[in-house]
Every structure is written in C-alpha cells, then in structure tokens.
C-alpha cells in the first residue's frame, strides 16, 4: 500500500463537531477513483485539531467507506501517552497503516524523537509511516535520522516534504535517502507542487492532498510517471501551477483545498475548525475561477 | 496582578499522570515567598500536554494551594473551540486570570490570531494576559498587531517573548511598544536571560520560569528593580549567567528546570511528558554542580 497515490482526504468540521455525512462521501470518492490508499487525518485531515474520541470516529468511517481500498490513519499528538493511546485506537478502528508525525510545543530533539518513534513501533501489529513535516511538527529530520528510524520494526514508509525543484538534483536527493534506508521501506513524496519532480526522481509514492479532493486529476500525474511517461506527468503537473501558486500565497494547502471543496459544495461550510478559516473574499473568488480554468470544478 | 514577580511552576507529570502532591508544594513554596502572582500551566506547566480534566485539576490545584497569592491559568490550545472550554474550566476553579497563546499547528495568519482573541474576551469574566512566545506557538506578533489586540476587553498584560541585550535598545523598544497600547495593560518580560534588562527597560512585570523554582532568587533581581537599584539588578542576573547558558544550549529552559527540580527532590524523576525528556548524564551532574555554585541547591 505505500506505492502509487495516496490521497488525504479533508475531515470537514464546525465548531459543533465533525460532518460525519460529507466525510464518508469525500472518502466514497476516493474509493470509486481507485487510488492507492487513503491518508485519513493527515493534516490535510486535521487530525491535531480534534479530541481522540473524534479521531476514533474518523477512522472507524475511513475503513467503512474506503471498500477495498487500504486506509492509513495520522496518529500524530504532542505526547507519546496519546500517541500509544491513538495507535491502539487506529488498529482498533481497521486501519491498515498508521502515520506519525513528531509533532512538537517544546522544540523536540533527535534523540527525542527517535525515542518515540521507538517506543511507538514496539507496539504496533500495522505498518508505520514516519511523516515528516518541518512546516507543522517544526522539527527537522536529518538524512542519519531517517537511516535509524527506517531500521526499525514496522516501519514502511517515509513522507518526506519535498524534493529540490531540479530533476537531476530531485534525482541525486531521491538517491542519497534510498542509499540510506532499507528497499522495504518506500519513499512518498508530499507538498503536491513537487509531486510530479519527486516521482520523476524515484519516490514510490505520492501523498497527495489534491489527490484527497481530485482524485483522477493526481491519478493521471501519477500513472504516467508509473508508465514511463515523466514528460507529460511534468506537462500534468505545470498545468496546474496557479494552483500551486495559491498554496504559496495562503499558508500552505490546507486552506484552498477546503475553500475548492466547499465551492463544490462537497463540504459545507465552514469545513475547518477556528481559528483556521477556509480562503475568503476575493481569494475565495479567484479560486473559483481557476477551478474552472483548470477544469477541476 | 500584573506587575512584580509572576513564578511559572513545573506541573510534575509522568506517563500515568501528574504528581498532585509535587505540584501542590511547589505552588506553596510559591505562595510561601510571597511571589507577586502564579502563573500555572504555562509553557513550564506543559500545558500543551494535557489534557482538558487535567488541566481543569491543576487549575484547581493552583487555586486551592496559592492562598491569597493570584494564580493566573493557561488556556491555550490549538483550536478556539477548546480555548473557550478551558477558559470556563479556569474560571470555574478561582483563577484570577487567564493567559492564552496562539498556539499553532498549521501556521496562523494575524487576522486569525486577532479573531481568537476577539472570540475569547468576548466570554471572558476575568482579565486576560496575551502570551507571545514565538518559539512555541511559531506565530510572530507585528507589533501593530500588539495593538489592536491590547484594546479588546478584559486584556491586561502582554507577556513578551524578550528584549533587545543592549539596555538602552531595549529601552527604546519597550517605549515604542508602550506607545502602542493603553495605559492599563503591562508589559510583562519573559525568556529568564532577558528579565532585568527588561524590567530595567520598563516591564512591569516579570514571567518567571526560575521564579517557578527559585522564587526568592527571582524576587531579589525584581525587588532590586522595583527599587530603583537598577544596577543590583543587572548584577544578580549576570551572577546566573552560567543557567542562562544552560537554557540555550538545551533548547530552551524546561529541560534544565525539570532536572533541577529533580535534583531539588522537589519532584520524583522523570517530571515532563514523553518524547520530552529532563537533562541527564554529563548536563545533568554540571547542572547539578552549577546550583550547589550558585547557591541555588
């Protein structure tokens, strides 16, 4: 399941609670696009904004709606107490994977974090993602790190949040990591502007978030890297560069794609928990109208 | 409240729960030395990583064992929904203030950050003190923003994350910021290193990690300021140098406050939540040997 697209969808929510309804539909349309494997609670899933009791929820409706199709679900929390407790929930839930991120108050230290990551993977009977996020977490993997981490039991996967914007230096980069880490362990690419280049580069996997909302869209950059085809994957993805452009502008993903699902009316809104807000105004407008250019709406 | 010496406690945990007694003597020990207020479940209280009935039970714990000194509680978390059942939970347990950071996950934009402080004084009953501290919550305050924020109802103080080394620089900047809020709400200092020059600059108040733990050593550098002896001030700070030195190079001050702690016998080992872990080996036993020197044991 750690190869091809993976795709996170968003966990719509209010200040009331979760939308239990539109969730199970986002993760419907994931199912019936055939990706991959589904990401839920990533952070595109806002997995650290909600109670565990919520997250056991939204990973008990992952499984369900996903059929066939497997489901990881992001365990991420500040203290490795929670971490164990949502692991335990998780595998509980079907999940087929988990994915981690050292998420951080205190400023964490490597030999923190591989503790926990340690601790983690002695309890685990599903495979684990390690899910690096400088962005969020605020804590920097070094490449010796994702050596140790990648030795340990259950471990599959590293998310990594990016690679160089040259193809020949992605290549090189893609290279050094895979010299450092066990073949059974894949390399995923994130930040969805340097999907196309990390797969081009050798990364097995695309965790995607447009993949979470445009499933055929990530599918088609996706399968043509798979079929050999690294210029049109590359055409793929320069189309979608304004796109890429309007994560820049507003803080990262997370807050267009869930403007773009409300305006498909996929999600209500608001879809994200305050303080967060979705893009308002005239962000809000211009989004609209690139959907329609881009043909995504 | 917002003026002299607020001491931060440790609230001592470990992976079954917090130590109840442990706390309720540090906040005597607090209370004891006649500390101008107590500031629980601040970043040293690891309010991060509790939970809400945790949380709710220190604040109690706080109140119950400070007597007539006024305990100040955290109620920072990372969405609003959370912020304003803790702020109810605080004022449920007598606390005479509430402290609230803009703790992130996803970076936050100003205009989110100005909107949760909104919401939060809206419901507010009891006075609020701003808490900017950059290296936590990874939001940087504009000093404008500073402004705008100090004007809602109900704030009263802004704790600032430090001051310019230089006395006559941060003079200046203490002056500017001062220009940018209203008369009734304090300037309060924080980042231990920083606290005389900065009470010697014109903070009102002192955000004390090692006043949490050392309260009469953190009350003789306020004292001396409050007194006009600007130069005691600069003496006694320069004097624990060497702590300062620790703070940096240990990513800040909790690790080495934890273990001092630890080795004070004031709390059992380990104190902080997992992945965070005290000092130890050969920083815990220079720890050891720089508060028997600076006759902080």
């Known amino acids: 399941m750690f190869s091809g697209l993976s795709a996170f969808p968003l966990t719509p929510m209010n200040e009331s609670g979760i939308d239990e309804a539109a969730f199970a539909r986002l993760v419907e349309r994931l199912a019936d696009a055939s990706v991959d494997s589904i990401g839920a609670l990533g952070s595109t899933g806002s997995y650290a904004y909600l109670t565990r009791a919520e997250r056991a929820r939204v990973a008990q409706l992952a499984v369900k709606h996903a059929g ?15 971490v164990l407790a949502l692991a335990e929930d998780a595998q509980k839930a079907g999940a087929s994977a988990v994915l981690l991120a050292p998420m951080s108050y205190q400023k964490l230290s490597t030999d923190e974090v591989f503790d926990l990551y340690e601790t983690v993977t002695r309890y685990l009977s599903v495979p684990l993602c390690v899910y690096d996020n400088p962005g969020t977490t605020h804590f920097e993997f070094s490449e010796e790190l994702y050596g140790r981490i990648a030795q340990l039991p259950n471990v599959r996967s590293i998310k990594i949040p990016g690679v160089p914007a040259d193809p020949e230096t992605a290549k090189a980069h893609v290279e050094r990591l895979r010299a450092l880490i066990p073949p059974h362990v894949t390399l995923g690419v994130s930040g969805d502007a340097f999907a196309a280049t990390g797969l081009n580069a050798g990364c097995e996997t695309w965790y995607s ?67 967060l807000k979705a893009l308002e105004g005239a962000s809000r407008k211009q989004l609209a109208v690139l959907l329609d250019e881009l043909e995504l709406a």
């Open 209 to 275: 978030v447009i993949g979470g909302l445009f499933p055929k869209t990530a599918l088609a950059i996706t399968r043509a890297v798979q079929a050999g085809d690294t210029q049109e994957a590359t055409r793929l993805s320069q189309r979608l560069q304004p796109l890429w452009a309007l994560f820049g502008q507003h803080g990262g993903s997370l807050r267009v794609v869930a403007a773009a699902a409300e305006l498909q009316g996929l999600v209500e809104h608001p879809s994200l928990p305050l303080p």
């Open 68 to 82: 066939s199709v497997p489901v990881m679900v992001g365990i991420g929390a500040l203290r490795t107490r929670d």
